[in-house]
């Protein structure tokens, strides 16, 4: 296998855009991308395009509009892992030869509410009303409080870290801070999940641009991104919750690396208390003590792992095809020494993690 | 008043007039599965047989939904559990009968039918739930 790099990254701002389409979106961070590679449009040799519903054919209704030269575009829906999903698998069309420079782009448009889990309208869990995604990681919640002693305010300090690095991140949604008492105070979704603790509803779209190492010169001296490591799974029958522990073993193993050489994760904030779990699964800190590692501040930018420097979900928003993408994109910033106010100190290794309905997840690990 | 199953299939009332769900076994590794199901989630062998579950279980976790998507119809907050049933199989529904401030999660409970809600012609759709096992239930 090849090696892979990012030598392109794009993203509009997320945030409410009820006059513009997904092509209007996803069009400008795809320009982007491609300018900040330096990689012409007849040099795109594949496209693929993630969203979870934005229509038949997005991917080419968004690549039509910057060249028709007949290549091959791929549309790939995987629940919230769907932009995670377009990476790993323009990676593995690059490192095994099939091509050499592919361009990606993840984009949603959202609806306001709750948001549901995967399931039809005819279905039993539709018709209970258990098709409430807050609602799955409220019950994870209550166990973990349960079991480790997890609390409110330790949940709640995520979402305030978030926010505060989310003010810091001109592509955020939400660029506000609050405090510990704004987010427990707040609207109760799913006991204990309160409404500042989810994610906004959010429009967005981040694109990259991957190449095989060899052709990267070509187009780009700026620092090299390598993709390291690239998992998708889905569950395991009787082990439904180590989704993110399987994915991230075989993102280390692939990398050769272990949770201790990571200087920075973006991790599936949707809801906050989600971090905490995704942190302890993630291996970088053992079961249970993800509380308490954010009461030492241990995940803040300037922490032994910056966690969501970019502000995660839970600030930036959460176009569903989009955040996948948008994490490898900060990942990306970061590595470059280009995140700004936002800049990890010493950034050499990123890891990227999301989790989906359905039993889907997905780990990245990016290192220069 | 006719009382309709939500769907065909998931249980039946036994003699004593008690709840009781319909799921799987394979017959190769003995797993069993609520709903059924065709194949083996744990081993994918085909040709699952029809069984009888337990009647009780344990509350895993659990929540209470107090902002409910669009589509549901039903009275909010309603409180899900997530139950592990004795003989195995793992499902969510409803718990009834149960105050906000009773810790759930370890406790027993059993498999109920009740009322989810009612059709365009006034009959009862009934639906499995969960009601906290009296005086601890049979462990």
């Known amino acids: 296998m090849r090696n892979v790099t990012i030598i392109g990254a794009g993203m509009h701002k997320c945030g409410r855009y009820p006059d513009k389409s997904y092509v209007d979106l996803a069009l400008p961070a795809c320009l982007d991308a491609l300018d900040d590679a330096g990689v012409p449009w007849k040099d795109v040799q594949s496209a693929y395009a993630s969203h979870i519903s934005q229509g038949v054919s997005a991917g080419q209704a968004i690549m039509g509009q910057i060249g028709l030269t007949g290549i091959p575009i791929y549309n790939v829906e995987n629940a919230c892992c769907a932009g995670s999903t377009a990476v790993n698998l323009a990676f593995h069309a690059i490192a095994s030869g099939q091509y050499d420079v592919a361009l990606l782009v993840g984009f949603e448009k959202m609806k306001k509410g709750v948001i549901g889990g995967i399931f039809d309208e005819m279905s039993l869990e539709e018709n209970l009303g258990l098709n409430v995604m807050p609602a799955l990681y409220a019950m994870l919640a209550n166990s973990h409080m349960h079991h480790y002693g997890l609390t409110q305010e330790q949940i709640a300090k995520v979402a305030v870290k978030n926010h505060k690095n989310g003010a810091l991140n001109p592509h955020a949604h939400i660029r506000k801070e609050v405090t510990v008492e704004e987010v427990l105070a707040s609207r109760m979704i799913a006991d204990p999940i309160t409404l500042l603790q989810c994610c906004p509803t959010s429009d967005g779209a981040a694109a990259l641009v991957l190449c095989a190492e060899e052709v990267g010169g070509r187009y780009t001296s700026k620092r090299k991104v390598f993709i390291r490591g690239s998992s998708v799974v889905s569950e395991l029958c009787g082990r439904e919750n180590d989704v993110t522990t399987r994915a991230s073993a075989k993102a280390y193993e692939m990398a050769g690396i272990g949770p201790k050489d990571v200087d920075l994760a973006e991790v599936h904030d949707a809801f906050a208390v989600g971090e905490i779990l995704h942190c302890e699964h993630l291996g970088f800190c053992p079961e249970g003590e993800g509380g308490r590692w954010v009461d030492e501040g241990r995940t803040e930018i300037t922490g032994e792992i910056a966690v969501n420097p970019s502000g995660g979900l839970q600030s930036r928003g959460h176009p569903l095809g989009m955040t996948g993408v948008a994490q490898v994109c900060e990942a990306v910033w970061q590595l470059r020494g280009e995140a700004g106010a936002r800049q990890v100190a010493d950034a050499r290794v990123a890891l990227t993690h999301t989790q989906g309905a359905g039993g889907v997840c997905s780990v990245h690990i990016l290192a220069v | ?139």
């Open chain 2, 1 to 139: 008043m006719i009382q309709i199953p939500v769907k065909e299939r998931l249980f039946k009332t036994d003699a004593g007039g008690r709840a009781v769900l319909m799921g799987s076994v394979c017959p190769a590794c003995g797993t069993r599965f609520f709903p059924a199901r065709g194949s083996c989630a744990k081993c994918a062998k085909r040709g699952l047989a029809q069984t009888d579950l337990a009647r009780e279980g344990e509350i895993v976790t659990y929540t209470i939904v107090r902002q409910a998507p669009a589509t549901w119809k039903g009275e909010v907050p309603y409180t899900i559990v997530w139950v592990k049933l004795d003989d195995g199989p793992e499902l969510m529904s409803h718990l009834i009968g149960a105050r906000e401030s009773d810790s759930l999660i370890g406790r027993r409970v059993e498999v109920v039918l009740d009322k989810l809600r009612n059709d365009a012609d006034g009959n009862e759709i009934v639906v499995h739930k969960f009601k906290l096992a009296p005086n601890g239930g049979n462990r």
